[in-house]
């Protein structure tokens, strides 16, 4: 019923934000709101503030204010910042993300949305579908017509927290990422993927992982990221990599993240889709038909014991597997 106004993610603080992560996953320009995101209501940029965008240029990002205040206001804030800026921006509608867009260069794909208010930044952002973050205001002392929202977001943030994560496990092949974004789409929920978090988060790429730095370091980095997601992920499809629920740890973990799907599918099905691969360190050897038997029969059991659903997907479509799905939730 709220999914409109729903946040792609909820952070306490901006100032919390990996942006480095979101630069290695491809985003190249933020789109922020100023009071109560970035400063206390009609507060000047602070030291932090100011820090923050010098951070934000040095990795490589563009950045757009973009606030329905004056330009008077704007500008105030914007005198050591030096961003560029929307003002009157008429938010949620969607013009004012438009000449955000137009401003930075860059496209809804590659661009990130920031700020406190569900009605006008997030519902906004989810028009327009830029990658939206919620973020806990700064200062509770606020104009009135603000406070009512508040009373408003409260009700819709209850049954945002309350919505479960769904968590999709399998072998590698198994259509977890396919499913996930078809998925994420169809309930309006946002999509991680862990294998591209970790990427993200390191600067390489899974093979570069294995190669440099061993596979144990790269199974360590998947229960680092499980406590991460913990903390902050809601209204999220995750699919994991195939070896990350096998640890104890993880699968605990995994539990109380979200509701744990497991996708099975055979091994003629899983030799079909990664046979011409160059993406799987684990099948890199002289038989990796063989190598995808063993793994299987090793793992089966175990993804059976962390899921709270096996769906078999082999003669599936992805709408089947999705109505499957759905009627978890």
Partial sequence: M?????????????????FRRYYNQGYRGIVFDIDNTLVPHNADADDRAVAL?????????????????????????????????????????????????????TTRETTLFIGDQLFTDVWGAKRIGIHCILVKPMNPKEEIQIVLKRYLEKL??????????????????????????????????????TDSYIEAREGMTIPEIFEQKGESYFRELETTVL????????????????????????????SQLGIVVYLKAG???IY????????????????????????????DGIYENV???????????????????????
């Fill in 2 to 18: 709220f999914n409109t106004f729903f946040p792609h993610e909820y952070i306490d603080s901006t100032y919390q934000i990996d």
């Fill in 53 to 105: 965008f010098q951070k934000l240029r040095k990795i490589g990002f563009s950045t757009c204010l973009l606030s329905n205040n004056k330009e008077s206001r704007v500008q105030r804030f914007n005198e050591q910042i030096q961003s560029e800026y929307v003002f009157k921006a008429g938010k949620p509608l969607r013009r004012g993300y438009e000449q955000a867009l137009e401003k930075l260069g």
């Fill in 156 to 193: 819709v943030l209850h049954f945002y927290l309350k919505q479960p994560n769904i968590v999709l496990i399998g072998f590698m092949g198994s259509g977890k990422s396919t499913v996930g974004r078809a998925l994420a789409e169809h309930m309006q929920y946002a999509f991680l993927d």
């Fill in 227 to 254: 406590h991460e997601l913990l903390k902050n992920t809601h209204n999220t499809i995750v699919a994991t990599g195939g070896g990350l629920p096998l640890a104890k740890e993880n699968s605990n973990l995994l």
């Fill in 267 to 269: 091994e003629d099905t």
């Fill in 272 to 299: 079909n889709r990664v046979k011409d691969s160059g993406n799987r360190p684990l099948l890199q050897v002289e038989n990796p038909r063989q190598r995808i038997r063993e793994l299987l029969a090793k793992r």
């Fill in 307 to 329: 899921s709270d659903e096996v769906l078999v997907t082999d003669s599936l479509t992805i709408d089947q597997v999705i109505g499957k799905i759905r009627k978890l939730v």
